[in-house]
């Protein structure tokens, strides 16, 4: 599983380079199965999530060659409608094969991916929505057999703006015939993205970061190779600056685009950090400790992330003064908690609600990482910490984050990784 040994109280300096997005590249790569061609993608993270999306696709008959950001896949070839339930559980954002299947094949057998280490995780929106567009589900013994006969495009409203499930939405409806609106979808760039590379394809979907994504269906051929480059990371990014807001840091981010992650600066500027934008470049300087910020609240795009919660807190830990976090997204998403406070922090949970009292510093411990920004936080600790950290289980951090050890030594942090 792995370990990262990092050495307290250092400085950050120096440029990091984001990768491509996580969030982006999943649901990119698992809808290259709605048409059999060839497919060039750029800009595509070097990450566990992916390396697992594209066994999914090999196994499935496609083919799916990686180096340094870029991904040939060539989905001529798929094979089968079953998706490996292995690979399902362990990388929870398969689920969206469920809609791009779907559209190829007209059947998918796909497990329920269950519950994962931030929380219950259910897809009762993906399959309201899929059902409401004609699609027949079963399910048995925690296997979805998905079948459809007639699709027709019609009118989805969205209890809640869900990320998966505007895209298995997307997905499945961009191919059947008629026009497909979904109200209240989830407004993330990375929605944005899909339906950019969905267009890109041929496919007819408009409106997507808005209040409603308009989707003309059309069955398309199989014919011309398409080539898409996916966006950049903005949690990434988004976990640098959070670093460089904790310890003393002049850090210059390259390959992001400022207006993805605005949320994310704005808590950051209230809270003291110098940012600016020069020729594209976001450059963090940080010279003492931050103020702490009295209240944040998670939510869905364009509100702060949660994906940024576990480091913000981190962040926090050491800020001058109390800060309030509440958790809307996720209902389990302070696994974290317990190894900040083994390394001082001063942190109380009352259900979603997190109280964290800002203290001087932080001491180093043998954490554990729970999940992969919980995971990150843990770093970000560590960064400021008096002592060296060590930190188990850092598995979970390297199934999203591109060369995160390679990144920081690069800013000056003196870190390692052991197998002990
Ligand atoms: C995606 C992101 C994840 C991010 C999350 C919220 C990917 C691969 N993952 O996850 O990093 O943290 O968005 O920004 O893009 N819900 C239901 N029923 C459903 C679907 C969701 O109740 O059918 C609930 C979830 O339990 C959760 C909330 O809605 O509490 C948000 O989930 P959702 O937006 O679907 O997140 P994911 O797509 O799983």
Do not use: W
Request: proline share 3%.
């Amino acid at each position: 599983m792995g370990s990262f040994i990092i050495e307290g109280r250092n400085s950050l300096e120096g440029i990091v380079d984001i990768g491509g997005s996580k969030n982006a590249a999943l649901p990119v790569l698992a809808s290259t199965v709605i048409n059999g061609r060839e497919y060039l993608l750029e800009n595509v993270p070097d990450i566990e999530d992916v390396r697992d999306m594209l066994e999914i696709l090999e196994i499935m008959g496609c083919t799916a060659q990686y180096d340094n950001g870029v991904a040939l896949i060539d989905t001529r070839g798929l094979n089968t409608s079953q998706v490996p339930e292995r690979l399902v559980k362990r990388i929870r954002s398969s689920i969206i094969l469920m809609g791009a299947i779907l559209q190829r094949t007209g059947n998918v057998e796909i497990s329920y991916p269950g519950g994962c280490e931030i929380g219950l995780r259910p897809i009762d929106l993906h399959l309201k929505g899929l059902r409401k567009l004609g699609v027949e589900i079963h399910e048995k013994n925690g296997l979805l057999s998905c079948s459809v006969a007639e699709p027709t495009g019609c009118e989805i409203q969205l209890d809640y703006p869900s990320v998966g499930a505007t895209e298995n939405i997307m997905l499945f409806a961009v191919g059947i015939p008629g026009k497909s609106v979904i109200y209240n979808p989830a407004k993330e760039p990375e929605i944005v993205d899909l339906q950019n590379f969905l267009n890109k394809c041929g496919y007819c979907v408009n409106g997507a970061g808005t209040g409603s994504i308009v989707i003309e269906g059309k069955k398309l051929k199989n014919t011309d190779s398409v080539e898409y480059k996916i966006i950049s990371d903005r949690i990434e990014a988004g976990t640098y600056l959070s670093a460089a807001s904790s310890i003393k840091s002049k850090i210059y981010i390259r390959n992001i685009e400022k207006s993805h992650f605005k949320s994310i600066i704005s808590i950051y500027e209230d809270a003291g950090c110098e940012i600016r934008e020069t020729h594209g470049i976001i450059v963090i300087e940080n010279k003492g400790r931050i103020r702490a910020i009295e209240k944040v609240t998670t939510q869905p795009y364009p509100g702060f992330p949660t994906d940024m919660q576990a480091q913000f807190m981190a962040s926090m830990a050491t800020a001058d003064g109390i800060t309030i976090i509440e958790e809307t997204v996720f209902d389990s998403r302070y696994k974290h908690v317990p190894e900040l406070q083994k390394m001082g922090a001063n942190i109380t949970t009352i259900g979603r609600v997190a109280v964290i009292e800002g203290v001087d510093r932080l001491y180093s411990a043998e954490v554990e990482a729970k999940d992969l920004r919980g995971g990150a936080a843990l770093v970000i600790a560590a960064l400021g910490a008096e002592g060296t950290t060590k930190i188990n289980n850092v598995y979970h951090i390297n199934r999203g984050y591109e060369k995160f050890l390679y990144k920081l030594q690069n800013l000056g942090v003196i870190i390692t990784e052991t197998n002990e």
